[in-house]
């Protein structure tokens, strides 16, 4: 299986702040991965897919990079409702695998 | 409005059988990819199936965690898919959302369902 582990798990931050969230794999699935976004209760949300295309409709402060087994999230200018939880994807091998997620916070 | 609603969720005792609803509107369920993602209470997201599209001939995947226990069909006259969910065990306790898969395999899930509640307890 492909294990993905997200740093920080935890992330505290202002509105205005730049946030990055890193996506490390145990191994090479190209750029088969995607972020999520959650808020509680709420199914998650596609953000970027293909490890750095911004799905339709996605604010542009969000961004994708990476390849291979490191990948990162960053938010440029943390707005009031970036606050939730970030899960990246593979989906590149069976089983499909999650992140752990990392839950930002408003300092 | 391309949408996805899931039903079926209860209280069911361990050993129990349940079954999952997806049904679509705004768009053809058997052009797509439908994967099956779980949500324990308080914990991460964890994917458990995936169900090919027709062109695909609907075959499946599975997670080893619900293997053998978990089937997934479809129904194309009711534009929906089913998650059978037999010898139940605690552990499966969750919210069970489905998902489209976004076109390409690595596009990920653009569009999901609202998610349905089983509670697995005696």
Known sequence: DIQLTQSPSFLSASVGDRVTITCRASQDFSNYLAWYQQKPGKAPKLLIYGASTLQSGVPSRFSGSGSGTEFTLTISSLQPEDFATYYCQQLKGYPITFGQGTRLEIK | ?122
């Open chain 2, 1 to 122: 409005e391309v949408q996805l609603v899931e039903s079926g969720g209860e209280l069911v005792q361990p050993g129990g059988s349940l079954r999952l609803s997806c049904a679509a509107s705004g768009f053809s369920l058997s052009d797509r990819y439908i994967d099956w993602v779980r949500q324990a209470p308080g914990k991460g997201l964890e994917w458990i199936g995936r169900s090919r599209n027709k062109a695909n001939s609907y075959t499946t995947e599975y997670a080893a965690s619900v293997k053998g226990r978990f089937t997934l069909s479809r129904d194309e006259s009711k534009n929906s898919l089913y998650l059978q969910m037999n010898s139940l065990k605690t552990e499966d306790t969750a919210v069970y959302y489905c998902g489209r898969i976004n076109g390409r395999l690595s596009d990920g899930m653009d569009v999901w369902g609202q998610g349905t509640t089983v509670s697995v307890s005696s």
